[in-house]
């Protein structure tokens, strides 16, 4: 099954507020990964004690909180667990959070990483306005940079590049008032993030 998108919702927590411990020989489960269970191991090289689990011919470690810990660290800086024990009504909620009624129907491409944190989610049809800001803009410059091209090479009269400058300096304007809108709508939404938080420090 294709990986899903990431959460920080601890489903472990729906019924018991005692936070959940792991061992090895576990079935779990890890949205973040797939809907379907994992068996905990110990490290099959020998060499960590945190647990593991394979994924597509990766291993993935853990400590026995269930939180994520990196290849190289042996602390990690997660907010919330990765892992919930493969019980029916944990396997009830994470089924209820990837398929609620308002996504039903939507398709989820996951493009996060393995140790990602956080993920955002945003409509295709944000995502294509975003493109085609970023791809007029693009335009935008690349024909500013051939009219100074133009100019510097005395290709154009200089009536003419009067003219055409005062008709750049409008198109930049406008560009530079879209493109600045644009980063303030994607920074409300960042600031709900740890990216947020860090960057207002």
Same mark, same amino acid.
């Not at 411990?21 to 994992?38: E, M, R």
């Given at each position: 099954?294709?990986?899903?998108? &990431? ?31 994992? @068996? ?7 060499? &960590?004690?945190?647990?593991?689990? /394979? ?75 975003? @493109? ?24 154009? /009269?200089?009536?003419?590049? @009067?003219?055409?400058? &005062? ?9 530079? /008032? ?18 947020? &938080?860090?960057?207002?420090?």
């Amino acid at each position: 099954m294709p990986n899903s998108i &990431r959460t920080t919702s601890n489903t472990q927590t729906t019924t018991n507020t005692t936070p959940a411990t792991f061992k090895a020989g576990d079935s779990v489960l890890c949205p973040s990964l797939s809907l379907n269970p994992f @068996v905990l191991t110990a490290d099959p090289y020998g060499k &960590r004690n945190n647990l593991t689990l /394979e994924f597509e011919g990766s291993y993935f470690y853990y400590d026995d909180k269930g939180y994520f810990v990196k290849a190289s660290d042996t602390e990690t800086g997660d907010f919330q667990p990765s892992l919930y024990h493969d019980t029916k009504a944990n396997r009830q909620a994470i089924a209820t959070l990837y398929s609620g009624s308002h996504t039903s129907q939507c398709k989820v491409i996951d493009t996060t990483e393995a140790d990602d944190k956080e993920a955002v989610l945003i409509s295709a049809f944000d995502l294509s306005g975003i @493109v085609c800001d970023i791809e007029g803009a693009a335009t935008a410059l690349d024909d500013i940079g051939q009219l100074l091209w133009l100019i510097y090479t005395g290709k154009i /009269e200089a009536s003419t590049a @009067v003219s055409m400058a &005062r008709i750049t300096h409008d198109s930049t304007n406008a560009w530079t /008032e879209l493109l600045l809108s644009k980063a303030k709508e994607i920074k409300e939404t960042l600031a709900m993030t740890r990216y947020g &938080r860090e960057g207002s420090k």
